[in-house]
């Protein structure tokens, strides 16, 4: 019997008020499921800094919300005192975090909605949460759809390996990648999924292990470098991986060790696919050297769970995403449909 698409949590959620921006804690999972409503400029950036919400679409949905929540709060102010306060609020969420080009998109769309030339602040913080909540319905939408078209290059008894978590932890709506094996399972047909743990921040064990687990998906957790003799022994059907950021020639930037896998599945011949919402192309970016990628702090390696694993002062590498050339994607499916190479991705 298949669970229920209810048992399924989304990272953000959109309440019409938008008097706070309600999130997951998911830094608190696998151990507890604690909701967070930030009022504040700084505890929105602190939470998509820390990766209390993360994934990409979800930290767009969150600055998009994050900024109405500012707006809507301002809107009694004067005309000037709104504007520094939106202003300032739309800079902080936009640069809280690089890669994901989704945040920028989201803050961008919510402060061109409040600019009704003469409109009191009212009613342009009034524009800016309609901008909101739609940015968040949309993203629900398009899992749906991401969901259906993916599902198309699936069957029923496929074993997939994901990375990270591009689960319903990572939208607002039920995941990327993961979304047609919430298809899939939905419909009854049998799915098997294999979760890298994903070094250093363990989304894979953390958030997508705890995830599917509590939807009733079966899903085996691997160490990062289990995945290659995984492969080797011909257990895996397919790869799904989602994006932060995919360039207009199909270069996609995801979770460090995404390229990894890439290689991995070209050599032992298993489709390579990237599952990610329109909002994360990015056609200004001709190519992956374009795409800025986040470098992280050393203690995110140098330490696990609060100890410390390695000399204190060993230099370290901690980039959180790295890129994967076009040329190794078998198909890049979003909710516009499955695309195959040669990519362009053009305004
Ligand atoms: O650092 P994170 O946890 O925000 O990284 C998330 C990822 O890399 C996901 O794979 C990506 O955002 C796609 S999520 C739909």
């Keep these: 019997m298949h669970a229920p698409r209810s048992s399924v949590v989304s990272a953000v959620t959109c ?61 009694l102010a004067s005309p000037a005192t709104f504007d520094a306060a939106v202003a300032q609020a739309a800079d902080a969420l936009r640069s809280a975090r690089p890669t994901a080009v989704n945040l920028a998109w989201a803050v961008d ?27 968040c319905n949309d993203d629900v939408a398009m899992c749906e759809r991401i969901g259906m078209h993916g599902a198309t290059l699936l069957r029923g008894g496929m074993r997939v390996l994901t990375h990270c978590n591009a689960g319903a932890l990572a939208p607002a709506g039920i995941g990327t990648a993961l979304a047609p094996v919430y298809t899939l399972h939905a419909r009854g047909d049998a799915i098997t999924v294999f979760a ?67 290689v991995l599945a070209l050599h032992h011949g298993i489709p390579f696919y990237v599952l990610a919402p329109t909002s994360t192309l990015d056609p200004q970016a001709p190519n992956g050297a374009s795409m800025p990628i986040e470098m992280r702090d050393a203690s995110e390696v140098r ?29 890049i499916v979003t909710d516009a449909g499955v695309f195959h190479p040669p990519y362009h991705f053009t305004d």
């Design 303 to 331: 330490m696990h769970a609060g100890v410390q694993t390695a000399p204190g002062t060993v230099a370290v590498h901690n980039p959180a995403f790295d890129v994967t050339p076009a040329a190794l994607v078998s198909a």
């Design 109 to 135: 769309r919510v402060l061109a909605a409040g600019q009704v030339g003469g409109a009191a602040p009212g009613i342009r913080a009034g524009a800016m949460r309609d901008e909101a909540i739609a940015i």
């Design 196 to 262: 890298d743990e994903t070094r250093p921040l363990l989304q894979g064990a953390r958030l997508t292990a705890w995830e599917l687990d509590r939807a009733g998906i079966p899903v085996t957790l691997l160490t990062d470098g289990m995945a290659a003799s995984v492969m080797r022994d011909g257990r895996i059907d397919a790869v799904l991986v989602g994006a932060d950021r995919i360039a207009a020639n199909g270069d996609v930037a995801d979770k460090i060790g995404t390229y990894g896998l890439a």
């Design 15 to 75: 309440a019409a008020a938008c008097d706070a921006l309600t999130i997951i804690d998911q830094t608190q999972l696998p151990l507890a499921l604690v909701e967070l409503s930030l009022t504040e400029l700084h505890e929105m950036v602190e939470a998509i800094q820390s990766l209390r919400v993360r994934g990409a679409p979800a930290i767009g949905v969150a600055g998009a919300i994050g900024l109405a929540v500012i707006a809507t709060r301002a809107a």
